[in-house]
């Protein structure tokens, strides 16, 4: 096997603004890619992340244009030219599409195709779009890393032809977030006198906001003091009231809707937290559970795949659409230490059998086998 350095051009968009869920598996990745000796040039529309990962002198950070061009025709002039440039040897693109005129070999990342079996929580032209990029990206990419068996399926339901590109590599715990703060500091800042339960992640339709609140307003019968922070854009279309829902239902001050959360306010909530939901019809991983995890926060997650089959031993598993059993699922985490206490061993388990070390070295070897390396 060629052991010479990779030259590696990056997508690196995601890094930019507020990085949610795609921004912080790049990050990661990169984190450990930055010391094996290769050379990465991180692709920005516009000006580059003010992100310290970059910092390396095994990085070079490249804007390419002013940031004013549409996201395909950055794709398809700025970023081949810029390959040209630097000589690359791959092309890494961390979700779902690359670019097509590209003539080095490319490799695409797969979360989760939900633009197909979720198409009603998109708007019409932006799941039009998803669905015309995502077949030709993958189609001309060499190899696909899906992060976990239910993605990997689903890309054999959708392009069974191209099943044997399909790279499993399953995503990494919390070792990128700040130190968990002792746990009555992260409440005190948090303003907390009761239970605490945070859901964290991007708010769509298939994650279930409404039932998860209807669930609430069960639980704060039992638990006058309990506190739940949804924590995540709202990005539900159609869009979904939030604000107005919690009023309906009286739980004013008992739901906080944070929104996008920097990482040290996000390792507050975890420290602090008693429990943590993620419900979901429809999930790629579910890597904000595997982080709740990480941090000793006992889980409760839909049975849908794949949350229900990557955290199926270390969580209580509900009907994401059935509030009465979130509710029960809830109320049992935060009274039964019988229950507790394992389920919190459990999970920190389970995170242990994840790395990111490890997520970054697999995918490497697929860009350097896509490379013929």
């Known amino acids: 096997m060629d052991a010479r350095p990779l030259v590696v051009g990056i997508d690196a968009r995601e890094l930019a603004g507020r990085p949610t869920g795609t921004g912080r598996y790049l990050r990661n990745l990169i984190r450990h890619w930055r010391d094996t000796g290769d050379r990465l040039y991180c692709y920005f529309n516009g000006p580059p992340a003010l992100d ?3 910092d390396h ?22 970023v081949p030219q810029a390959a040209r440039e630097d000589g690359l040897d791959v092309f890494f693109s961390p979700a779902y599409s690359c670019p097509l005129s590209l003539r080095v ?23 039009l779009r998803r669905r015309a990029l995502v077949g030709p990206s993958l189609h001309a990419s060499r190899l696909v890393p899906v992060c976990s068996d239910f993605t990997r399926r689903e890309l054999a339901r959708l392009f069974p032809d191209l099943a044997d ?15 968990p703060p002792p746990r009555p500091e992260a409440r005190k800042r948090l303003g907390l006198a009761g239970p605490f339960v945070v859901t964290v ?19 704060v019968r039992r638990h006058p003091g309990l506190v739940l922070d949804v924590v995540g854009e709202n990005r539900t279309h159609p869009r979904l009231d939030l604000g107005a829902m919690v009023a309906s239902l009286g739980l004013g001050g008992r739901v906080r809707l944070s929104g996008f959360v920097e990482d040290e306010a996000l390792a507050d909530r975890y420290a602090a937290a008693d429990a943590a939901v993620f419900l979901s019809e429809y999930e790629g991983f579910g ?22 089959e990557v955290f ?13 059993a979130v509710a029960v699922a809830l109320d049992r985490v935060l009274t039964d230490e019988a229950l507790r206490a394992p389920l919190v061993e459990a999970g920190r388990a389970l995170a242990a059998r994840h790395s990111w070390a490890e997520a970054a070295r697999r995918t490497r070897d697929a860009l350097r086998e896509a490379a013929g390396r």
């Open 52 to 54: 310290p990962v970059l």
């Open 57 to 78: 002198p095994a990085i070079r950070k490249r804007p390419l244009g002013d940031g004013c061009a549409r996201g395909i025709v950055w794709q398809e002039t700025l």
């Open 105 to 127: 070999p490319r490799v695409t990342a797969v979360h989760d195709l939900s633009f197909y079996a979720h198409p009603q929580d998109f708007a019409f032209a932006d799941a």
């Open 165 to 179: 590109r399909a790279r499993h590599v399953p995503l990494g715990p919390d070792d990128d977030l700040p130190a």
């Open 201 to 219: 992640g991007a708010v769509l339709n298939r994650r279930c906001a409404p039932e998860l609140l209807r669930a609430a307003a069960r639980l």
């Open 287 to 308: 890597l904000p559970a595997l982080e709740a995890a990480a941090r000793g926060v006992p889980l409760v997650v839909s049975r849908a795949p794949s949350l229900g």
């Open 312 to 324: 199926r031993d270390a969580a209580l598993l509900v009907d994401p659409r059935d509030e009465t």
